[in-house]
């Protein structure tokens, strides 16, 4: 990760949960050719197998 975070962050299970889930994902955002200069874009989906294991996921939390 990255080597001057704080300790306090790098032991939060929170945070680290978080970073890892934001890190997962950052390959996927893609920037509008026309919102370049202002960094909008959208998310693009990493198909149906993605929504599927979410699926799994929240029905095992509900459990």
């Known amino acids: 990760m990255v080597s001057n975070l704080d300790p306090k962050l790098a032991n939060n299970p929170v945070f680290l949960r978080v970073m890892r889930d934001a890190l997962s994902i950052q390959n996927r955002f893609s ?10 874009g959208f998310l693009q989906s990493a198909g149906v197998k993605e929504i599927a294991i979410a699926k799994v996921a929240r029905e095992r939390s509900k459990s």
């Open 31 to 40: 920037a509008e050719p026309v919102y370049a200069k202002t960094g909008k």
